[in-house]
């Protein structure tokens, strides 16, 4: 039913098993139309994805992060955009699966680290003071074996102190290769970075493992924090991760606080920054910058 002849066969089988594989493998899928136009969907958007960085088409958004004591900023994180000549604004979990199928994650990483330094270097100069950014990085880049150079690179040319760069890493990521990926974050880690581990709470994480990573800061998932105000087993969960974090000697973050009374929750909690919608949205440099000239003054929280 699926094709006329041999090759149209094959082809219409290969992207069937394309999707089977990228639905986490162990499954069946019969083939319909709609997954090679998917197809060539990606196809185009990795050929697209290939010229981003040359074209100046990636931007960093910058998202505030708030000590949940002072209620005043203590760094930002950073996320991609892509501005698509003909798509528009493209959110990151639309081309980042692409980036790393085809591997561009690599380029596209380095160009974010340097990037984020730039601004870090180019914020100070502006007279906004040292704030801290911390950036996402992918298991691709990680396995990829060039990470500690660029940051040697990025440590040669823009003058920053480390300590206020912080890599965010999943758990999922922390779980694969793990000898592997303790030595390559304890040579981050030797370079003066910090490491936090994101999305902390939905992944694999061994807590046996979690001791042995050189982390300073659990990013408690969204799905916890939203809506902890009204509910008791989020609640419940985030004091736990919030508890352990500090027995191992590591700062707690909240991400995707909405409303006030989820701050007072996880402040009251014990929980270290809080970073959300409800306190600023992730936007481009130049809007960061007025609300860092409207905020200076008065605490946010
Ligand atoms: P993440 O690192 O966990 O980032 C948090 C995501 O939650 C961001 O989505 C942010 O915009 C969103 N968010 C923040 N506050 C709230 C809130 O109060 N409510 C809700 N509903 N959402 C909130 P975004 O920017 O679309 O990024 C999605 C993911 O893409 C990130 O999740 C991160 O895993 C990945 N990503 C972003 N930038 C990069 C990058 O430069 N490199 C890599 N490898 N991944 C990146
Ligand atoms: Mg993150
Ligand atoms: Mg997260």
Redesign the pocket.
Known sequence: DHGADMDTLMRHADAAMYQAKSGGRDHARLFTPQMEEQQLQQLHLETDLRHAIERHELV??Y?PRIDARTGRLNGV????RWQHPQRGLI???SF?PAAEESGL?VPI?AW?IREACRQHVAWRAAGAGDIGVS????AI?LKHGGLVATLREVLRDFSIAPGLIEF?L?ESILMENVDDTIATLQAVKALGFALSI??FGTGYSSLNYLCRFPLDKL?ID?SFV?NIHSSPQNLAVTKAIIGLGHTLGLTVTA????SAADAAVLRHAGCDEL????FA??MPQAQLAAWLAQTAAACVA
């Open positions: 960093l958004y998202q994180e950073s996320l991609i959110a990151p979990d980042i994650i990483g974010v950036i996402n990085l992918s880049q965010e999943t994101d999305d990013k969204m939203q991400e995707g606080v909405e970073q959300g919608y409800y949205r992730p």
